[in-house]
């Protein structure tokens, strides 16, 4: 049981350059999560997924796309990097509704744009 | 006027300090707490859950809501260089699987447990 697995773990992106970060659960949770974190702000969410083909904006979306295929699997697009989008990314998954609502996280992206 | 406050510290103490971790809100609305511990360089990972006030205890670890103050804390006895972590509250205001875009999280507290 690996629980969530993201990829890569490290990457630099040139500006104007785009790439998908990878995330997979095996725990068959219906809700999955993208978040980044930055030095001093917390954890930001970008985008959430309730199941397979539904998706849902977060509170800064801007610059990324997701899509849920499966229940397992949960890319995230960044489309022409920026500098502003350096951050370490996480991607987590939780129990279906009424749990706890228990996040569990990967350990991360880090993602620097220069 | 950030929705969850919380010092970023660094917070260092001696091996076997009780410590005190707090984070302070603005939203009455809050009903479910947690509290996240981070290791360097990994995930956060769930480490207490209260729903409304009242104190829950597990093992070293006990976790205080005062919902009249907006105030949680996070406390550690006899702390471990392993306790050394980044620590961050999150809260919601609804079961986090009913609401799942509104849980909240504070910005951390480092903690360094010193041998």
């Known amino acids: 049981n690996a629980g969530v697995t993201q990829t890569p773990k490290f990457r630099i992106l040139k500006i104007g350059q785009s790439m998908t970060l990878q995330c997979a659960q095996d725990?068959?949770?219906?809700?999955m999560y993208w978040y980044r974190q930055d030095p001093g702000m917390g954890l930001k969410l970008i985008y959430y997924?309730?199941?397979?083909?539904?998706?849902d904006k977060g509170e800064v979306p801007n610059g990324y796309n997701v899509s849920r295929s499966t229940t397992e699997d949960f890319p995230l697009r960044l489309e022409l990097a920026a500098p502003s989008q350096t951050s370490v990314y996480f991607c987590?998954?939780?129990?279906?509704?009424?749990?706890?609502?228990?996040?569990?996280f990967g350990e991360g992206s880090r993602l620097t744009v220069l | 006027q950030k929705e969850v406050e919380q010092d970023p510290g660094p917070l260092s103490v001696p091996e076997g300090a009780i410590v005190s971790l707090n984070c302070t809100y603005s939203?009455?609305?809050?009903?479910?707490f947690m509290w996240y511990r981070q290791y360097s360089r990994k995930g956060p990972e769930l480490l207490m859950y209260?729903?409304?006030?009242g104190n829950k205890e597990d093992g070293r670890f006990t976790a205080q809501v005062d919902k009249s103050s907006k105030y949680i804390s996070l406390f550690i006895r006899d702390s471990q260089p392993s306790d050394s972590a980044t620590y961050l509250c999150?809260?919601?205001?609804?079961?986090?699987?009913?609401?799942?875009?509104?849980?909240?999280f504070g910005t951390g507290t480092l903690l360094a447990v010193q041998p």
């Open positions: 209260t729903y409304s006030s």
């Open positions: 999150a809260m919601s205001a609804r079961n986090y699987g009913g609401a799942t875009n509104k849980l909240i």
């Open positions: 725990m068959n949770h219906n809700y």
């Open positions: 939203n009455s609305a809050f009903q479910y």
């Open positions: 997924s309730v199941g397979a083909g539904i998706t």
């Open positions: 987590a998954s939780s129990y279906p509704p009424g749990g706890p609502g228990e996040l569990f």
